[in-house]
């Protein structure tokens, strides 16, 4: 199981802290990656993270404002959002995939977190 945590609400050019936790379950064996679901829109991916956190790996709308960490010994995932606007509101999922890709875009995904919502106010 994964559970994402860490959404809100928070006003434009705020950040927050996206957190992926596991239990019964390792991720340290997993690709662990961040997509977002718009409201009316498909579910896109955002980051990745290769298991030992070696590479990364964002999406380009991204554009340096997001960063993906992890940290196996709490076999947690992180996502930081900063400088967010109205456009980044959206539902935000964690995701593991055991290959070593981190572009996750059409990658077989083992196991989806249940998501956590960020609210962005204009």
């Known amino acids: 199981q994964l559970q994402a945590s860490g959404g809100g609400l928070v006003q434009a050019g705020g950040s927050l802290s996206l957190h992926c936790a596991a239990s019964g379950r390792t991720l340290s064996g997993y690709t662990v990656g961040w997509f977002r679901q718009l409201p009316g829109k498909e579910r896109e991916f955002v980051a990745a993270?290769?298991?030992?956190?070696?590479?990364?790996y964002y999406a380009d709308f991204v554009k340096g404002r997001f960063t993906v960490a992890r940290d196996n010994a709490k076999n947690t995932v992180y996502l930081q959002l900063n400088s967010l606007n109205a456009e980044d509101t959206a539902v935000y999922y964690c995701a593991a995939h055991s290959g070593s890709y981190c572009d996750l875009r059409g990658r077989n995904i083992e196991v989806w977190g249940q998501g956590t919502l960020v609210t962005v106010s204009s």
């Open positions: 993270i290769r298991r030992n956190g070696d590479h990364l």
